[in-house]
């Protein structure tokens, strides 16, 4: 069992910058796949970005502006989000896998931390 928890989400002026941390339980979190999803109102939870090991992969809408990253030391994955769009606000989610295979799809993932609002103000 892995418990997730999202934090470092706020509101934030267009072309700013803002970090997630996601705080993971489990003495296994190495070898998770760990992502970001987001999830804006009235829309489908959408992939943002996914690191397996050392690899990376990001939405194309993404790409260039946030970066994900692990600290397996602290079982704690971060994103960091840079030149925010209004069209980043949504409700940003964690989330783990124990597959090999990287997935991108909600559905194929385990576990889910509660979520962080972030809002992008124009």
């Known amino acids: 069992q892995v418990q997730l928890t999202e934090s470092g989400g706020g509101l934030v002026q267009a072309g700013g910058s803002l970090r997630l941390s996601c705080a993971a339980s489990?003495?296994?979190?190495?070898?998770?796949?760990m992502a970001w999803f987001r999830q804006a109102p009235g829309q489908d939870r959408e992939f943002v970005a996914v690191?397996?090991?050392?690899?990376?992969y990001y939405a194309d809408s993404v790409k260039g502006r946030f970066t994900i990253s692990r600290d397996n030391a602290k079982t704690t994955v971060y994103l960091q989000m840079n030149s925010l769009k209004p069209e980043d606000t949504a409700v940003y989610y964690c989330a783990a896998n124990p597959s090999d295979i990287v997935r991108y799809t909600p559905g194929l993932y385990d576990y889910w931390g509660q979520g962080t609002q972030v809002t992008v103000s124009s």
């Open positions: 489990g003495r296994t979190f190495s070898t998770y796949a």
């Open positions: 690191i397996k090991w050392d690899n990376t």
